[in-house]
């Protein structure tokens, strides 16, 4: 039988993999924004847009995870 993490180890792991989330869904949303921005001619349009997008796809899946616990 698999031995229950310890608690503070389980919350840090938590933590990290919810700044991880954070971290790369402003990023893909920044990288994509640029990259259409570029595309288009229309800086920084897009590039707000998909920060924006991102911090609310990264807020989403904070909270998915939470209510999962």
């Known amino acids: ?27 893909v949303g920044l990288f994509l924004g640029r990259w259409v921005d570029h595309y288009l001619g229309t ?8 920060i924006v997008l991102g911090m609310l796809a990264g807020l989403w899946s904070t909270y998915k995870k939470i209510v999962k616990s």
């Open 1 to 27: 039988m698999p031995e229950k993490p310890n608690g503070t180890w389980s919350a840090l792991s938590t933590a990290s993999n919810i700044g991880l989330t954070m971290v790369a869904t402003v990023a």
């Open 43 to 50: 800086s920084p349009w897009f590039t707000v847009a998909g």
